[in-house]
């Protein structure tokens, strides 16, 4: 069971174009089943990623859309000890039945409200994309 400001590690999900990405990390920012456009989903989360280095780390950070992570930031730690970022302007939609995954980690209460700042500032300039590849 997956709750607000976990960790998961999906096994596969479908990116916005529907294809197959294998393996990769998402912050849950909503854990109420809910329906939406006629299809049932059981939680919204925003994309983790990693720096590859200094250089993708000052690019990613331009974007205002990117959300920095640090380590010390995260709590029950299965994470592989690297700074990343959280996707904020993407909202991935998910069916628990449809996909495999696993709690890894935690984020802490004041990362997770700054991300939902973040979100709640990119909603009113209309920057969100709502990904439903994953209950349809």
């Known amino acids: 069971m997956c709750k607000?400001?976990?960790?998961?590690?999906?096994?596969?999900?479908?990116?916005?174009?529907?294809?197959?990405?294998?393996?990769?990390?998402?912050?849950?920012?909503?854990?109420?089943?809910?329906h939406v456009e006629g299809f049932?989903?059981?939680f919204i989360s925003n994309m983790l990623c990693s720096f590859h280095n200094e250089?993708?780390?000052?690019?990613?950070?331009?974007?205002?859309?990117?959300?920095p992570i640090k380590e010390e930031k995260i709590s029950g730690?299965?994470?592989n000890n690297r700074e990343g970022y959280i996707?904020?302007?993407?909202?991935?939609?998910?069916?628990?039945?449809?996909?495999?995954?696993?709690?890894?980690?935690?984020?802490?209460?004041e990362l997770l409200d700054e991300l939902v700042q973040l979100i709640l500032k990119l909603k009113e300039e209309n920057l969100l994309k709502t990904i439903y590849t994953n209950i349809n």
């Open 87 to 109: 996707k904020a302007d993407q909202l991935y939609y998910f069916d628990k039945r449809k996909i495999e995954y696993k709690v890894i980690a935690h984020i802490d209460d």
């Open 77 to 79: 730690s299965n994470i």
């Open 55 to 67: 250089n993708h780390k000052r690019k990613k950070l331009k974007f205002k859309e990117n959300l």
């Open 4 to 34: 607000l400001g976990d960790i998961i590690v999906i096994k596969e999900f479908k990116n916005e174009e529907g294809e197959i990405i294998p393996k990769h990390s998402f912050v849950i920012i909503n854990d109420e089943p809910d």
């Open 40 to 42: 049932k989903y059981d």
